[in-house]
């Protein structure tokens, strides 16, 4: 008889067990007898059988989404963060969200940005590419948020992409904080997102946290007046004052257009 142990992805201290029957059984009544294990020994058992590119349905031409080199256990994190479910995708970043706070999350790692970048782009990206429609917002928000806390060129990457296409305010939002609190000043690619944000959410839609948010970034890092763009979203700013968003709004409005109009010396 041979025992294989797989571990719970869940943290549970009790292994499941499979138990093969093998030997001097009759060819008819040899058989496989299953011990609760909760779904995980089938979703490895899946990775470890199916072909790798197999788990994957971005478009392998894209020349900034390459499959990354990835153990077992990463294996089986990305498989259940593809899932159409979103409380499994929610146990996956909790699980990365808990690594970062160890310290076991660097912004060079590949595997950690591979999972990070599917769940914040799935479901609005031809980057990730689904046989069925997915909309998990929440899922993209917290996606977003640890982007921002992980840092690197390549998570700021995936953070301008959600500036230009998510459609969902709160998503966008997390995105801009998450820049926000990065060191480093804005580039010319965030601020035409920021301008995308603008002109296709915040005065057309009235969305007044959307417009908080971007507010509060250009209030933390102000644009130079020969910055590119700059006088296109001063344009966009400007006409915040007159429409009707909340007096938040409209007083971080005037805040960010006197930075503009007399811009803090060094």
Same mark, same amino acid.
């Not at 507010?215 to 009707?244: H, Q, T």
């Given at each position: 008889?041979?025992?294989?142990?797989?571990? &719970?992805?869940?943290?549970?201290?009790?292994?499941?067990?499979? /138990?093969?029957?093998?030997?001097?059984?009759?060819?008819?009544?040899?058989?496989?007898?299953?011990?609760?294990?909760?779904?995980?020994?089938?979703?490895?058992?899946?990775?470890?059988?199916?072909?790798?590119? %197999?788990?994957?349905?971005?478009?392998?031409?894209?020349?900034?989404?390459?499959?990354?080199?990835?153990?077992?256990?990463?294996?089986?994190?990305?498989?259940?963060?593809?899932?159409?479910?979103? %409380?499994?995708?929610?146990?996956?970043?909790?699980?990365? /969200?808990?690594?970062?706070?160890?310290?076991?999350?660097?912004?060079?790692?590949?595997?950690?940005?591979?999972?990070?970048?599917?769940?914040?782009?799935?479901?609005?990206?031809?980057?990730?590419?689904? /046989?069925?429609?997915?909309?998990?917002?929440?899922?993209?928000?917290?996606?977003?948020?640890?982007?921002?806390?992980?840092?690197?060129?390549?998570?700021?990457?995936? &953070?301008?992409?959600?500036?230009?296409?998510?459609?969902?305010?709160?998503?966008?939002?997390?995105?801009?904080?998450? &820049?926000?609190?990065?060191?480093?000043?804005?580039?010319?690619?965030?601020?035409?997102?920021?301008?995308?944000?603008?002109?296709?959410?915040?005065?057309?839609?009235?969305?007044?946290?959307?417009?908080?948010?971007?507010?509060?970034?250009?209030?933390?890092?102000?644009?130079?007046?020969?910055? !590119?763009?700059?006088?296109?979203?001063?344009?966009?700013?400007?006409?915040? !004052?007159?429409?009707?968003?909340?007096?938040?709004?409209?007083?971080?409005?005037?805040?960010?257009?006197? &930075?503009?109009?007399?811009?803090?010396?060094?």
């Amino acid at each position: 008889m041979i025992r294989f142990k797989c571990p &719970l992805v869940g943290g549970s201290k009790e292994p499941g067990i499979t /138990t093969f029957m093998v030997g001097t059984v009759p060819r008819e009544t040899k058989k496989i007898q299953w011990y609760p294990m909760q779904g995980v020994f089938l979703l490895g058992l899946c990775i470890l059988v199916a072909p790798v590119g %197999s788990l994957y349905s971005q478009d392998r031409s894209t020349s900034d989404w390459v499959v990354p080199p990835m153990n077992q256990g990463d294996l089986l994190l990305f498989k259940q963060a593809s899932l159409p479910n979103q %409380s499994m995708k929610l146990e996956v970043l909790s699980e990365l /969200t808990e690594r970062w706070k160890r310290g076991e999350l660097s912004p060079q790692d590949r595997s950690y940005l591979f999972i990070l970048q599917w769940l914040a782009e799935e479901g609005v990206s031809n980057r990730v590419r689904t /046989t069925e429609p997915r909309n998990f917002p929440e899922v993209r928000r917290k996606a977003a948020y640890l982007l921002g806390a992980l840092g690197g060129l390549e998570a700021r990457a995936i &953070l301008r992409r959600i500036l230009l296409q998510d459609p969902e305010p709160m998503v966008v939002a997390e995105a801009m904080h998450a &820049l926000r609190r990065s060191p480093l000043p804005l580039t010319p690619e965030e601020v035409s997102g920021l301008l995308a944000v603008f002109s296709h959410q915040v005065l057309p839609k009235l969305e007044a946290n959307l417009a908080y948010a971007a507010l509060l970034l250009l209030k933390d890092k102000p644009l130079g007046a020969g910055s !590119p763009f700059a006088s296109e979203l001063f344009s966009y700013v400007l006409a915040i !004052p007159d429409l009707p968003f909340p007096n938040e709004v409209k007083a971080l409005a005037w805040e960010v257009i006197r &930075l503009w109009v007399y811009p803090k010396k060094d």
